[in-house]
Structure formats: structure tokens, C-alpha cells
Antibody
Framework: QLQLQESGPGLVKPSETLSLTCSVS??????????WVWIRQPPGKGLEWIGNIYYSGSTYFNPSLKSRVTISKDTSRNQFSLKLSSVTAADTAVYYC????????????WGQGTLVTVSS | QSALTQEASVSGSPGQSITISCTGTSSDVGGYKYVSWYQQHPGKAPKLMIYDVTNRPSGVSNRFSGSKSANTASLTISGLQAEDEADYYC??????????FGGGTKLTVL
């Protein structure tokens, strides 16, 4: 059974870069035709799609975050990562990683989420 | 891209049916079959309930069903149960090769 687990600092200072990793077990991130996705949820608010990386390495981002977001993958560690630069308090959220099967809208596996707070 | 429009809240009594709508445009909901629905209980990760407008994953109760008409997708829950009380979100593919969520709907079982 596929499992995803987010990890990274729970506290980031304003203007710095938020870095998170999603470790995948029970399946390979190089498997076709899967997308590996980052989603966030500010406290008490709704879900926001951040972006994703295809098994082939192609990336797609939310236009509102595109200038600040990088998503990459490390095949040797079976992990994919999120970097969000120049963070502000508005970036405080629970960050989820998830998997989507290509040619469907199915986000069928999710991590438990990790809270990242932006504060000095 | 603007969030898809969902009711902020809906409610129903046990055994009743409710419908949650997800309204977008022809550039997202109306243009593709790629709409899915998620249930989220407090403090938990979202759970897939419906994908590609009408498809139900294995293990999800057949009380949950999805449909779409023009630019509006809908999630219907029949035979409402106490454990259905949760937040529900839709998400759609867009013509920009991105994805957009709805604002979320809080379902209360009276």
C-alpha cells in the first residue's frame, strides 16, 4: 500500500525559503503515469493546489505561486520536494503531498500533512 | 485562477439526501471530465470520494455519487449518516494545465 510522509521544519522565518520533502513508500515515484502533488491548507481555510511533478520530471505550478515555487524529485531516495521562497505569514499552512494518476482527477493517496508556520 | 464556487455550508437530517455544487467555467469544470471530490474530517487529510465526475473509488460507499451539468459539478450524498459530517472539496483541471479547488462546503448532519 502506498504511503506518503511529509517532513521538514515546522517554523520558517519571513523572507526565507520553506523546504519540505515527501517520502514515498510502497511504490516508485518513477512509475508511469503518476503525478506527485503538493497542496496546502491555511489554518481554518480551504485547500490550495500548489503544483506537481510528473514521473518524467515535468512540472506545473499554481500561477499565483509560480514565481516562488520549485518542485523536484530524488529518484534514488524515492522522494519529491517543495521549495517556496520569500515566505510571509500568508504561507502558514498545513502542507500535504499526494499522488495523482495521470489522465484522471484522482488524488488517491495523501500524506498526513505537516504544519509550517512562518514567523520571526 | 479563481477558486471554484461551493456552498459554504449545507445540512441535512439522518437518512436524507443532500447535494453540494461546484461551479466553475468552461475553462475548467465545464470543459473537462476531470473533477473530483474530497471529504475532510477535522485534523485529517482529505479522502477521495469521487473522481472524473462520476467514478467512485473502491471502498467508498455507494451513497456518494457525482454528476455534472454545463459548468457545475455536483456531489450527492444519500441516506445521510452522522459520520458524513465533514468538509467537502471539489477540484477541477483547467485549460492552463493547472488545477483549482473549490472553497469547500461544511456539511452538518442535524
Amino acid at each position: 500500500q502506498l504511503q506518503l510522509q511529509e517532513s521538514g521544519p515546522g517554523l520558517v522565518k519571513p523572507s526565507e525559503t520553506l523546504s519540505l520533502t515527501c517520502s514515498v513508500s510502497g511504490g516508485s515515484i518513477n512509475s508511469s503515469p503518476y503525478y506527485w502533488v503538493w497542496i496546502r491548507q491555511p489554518p481554518g481555510k480551504g485547500l490550495e493546489w500548489i503544483g506537481n511533478i510528473y514521473y518524467s520530471g515535468s512540472t506545473y505550478f499554481n500561477p499565483s505561486l509560480k514565481s516562488r515555487v520549485t518542485i523536484s524529485k530524488d529518484t534514488s531516495r524515492n522522494q519529491f520536494s517543495l521549495k517556496l521562497s520569500s515566505v510571509t505569514a500568508a504561507d502558514t499552512a498545513v502542507y500535504y503531498c499526494a499522488r495523482r494518476k495521470g489522465d484522471t482527477s484522482s488524488l488517491d493517496s495523501w500524506g498526513q500533512g505537516t504544519l509550517v508556520t512562518v514567523s520571526s | 485562477q479563481s477558486a471554484l464556487t461551493q456552498e459554504a455550508s449545507v445540512s441535512g437530517s439522518p437518512g436524507q439526501s443532500i447535494t453540494i455544487s461546484c461551479t466553475g467555467t468552461s475553462s475548467d469544470v465545464g470543459g473537462y471530465k476531470y473533477v473530483s471530490w474530497y471529504q475532510q474530517h477535522p485534523g485529517k487529510a482529505p479522502k477521495l470520494m469521487i473522481y472524473d465526475v462520476t467514478n467512485r473509488p473502491s471502498g467508498v460507499s455507494n451513497r456518494f455519487s457525482g454528476s455534472k451539468s454545463a459548468n457545475t459539478a455536483s456531489l450527492t450524498i444519500s441516506g445521510l449518516q452522522a459520520e458524513d459530517e465533514a468538509d467537502y472539496y471539489c477540484i477541477s483541471y483547467t485549460s492552463s494545465n493547472t488545477w483549482v479547488f473549490g472553497g469547500g462546503t461544511k456539511l452538518t448532519v442535524l
